[in-house]
């Protein structure tokens, strides 16, 4: 199983991103997708989810209206597009994938992860 984020780099405030979770090893359509995302010292804090099933979405209180999850089934891929950037969304991005609990995704622990992307925003 491998889930591969990138994208990450360092951009200005106010700045866009998009970072790509490609998905290889699991049934893609069986799996919600997550996003998190972790800073020294705190502990890593769910940003985004995607539901398997009809592709539902759910976003940290921090982030909506900024930022959009989406899936690409034909590539098994699941984009995090980040808008107007703020210093705060400073951080190691990743991307994890967890069976489905509901009718809804969740932030709980994931069955997989993957490597992390680092997201610098300057001020």
């Known amino acids: 199983v491998q889930l591969q984020a990138s994208g990450g780099g360092l951009v200005q405030a106010g700045g866009s991103l998009r970072l790509p979770c490609s998905v290889s090893?699991?049934?893609?359509?069986?799996?919600?997708i997550a996003w998190f995302r972790q800073v020294p010292g705190k502990e890593r804090e769910g940003v985004s989810c995607?539901?398997?099933?009809?592709?539902?979405?759910d976003y940290d209180g921090s982030v909506k209206g900024r930022f959009t999850i989406s899936r690409d089934k034909a590539k098994n891929t699941v984009y995090l597009q980040m808008n107007n950037l703020k210093p705060e969304d400073t951080g190691v991005y990743y991307c994890?994938?967890?069976?489905?609990?509901?009718?809804?995704?969740?932030?709980?622990?994931?069955?997989?992860w993957g490597q992390g992307t680092q997201v610098t925003v300057s001020s």
């Open positions: 994890g994938a967890d069976h489905p609990w509901g009718s809804r995704c969740y932030f709980y622990d994931m069955d997989y």
């Open positions: 090893g699991i049934n893609f359509d069986a799996y919600d």
């Open positions: 995607i539901h398997s099933r009809d592709g539902s979405t």
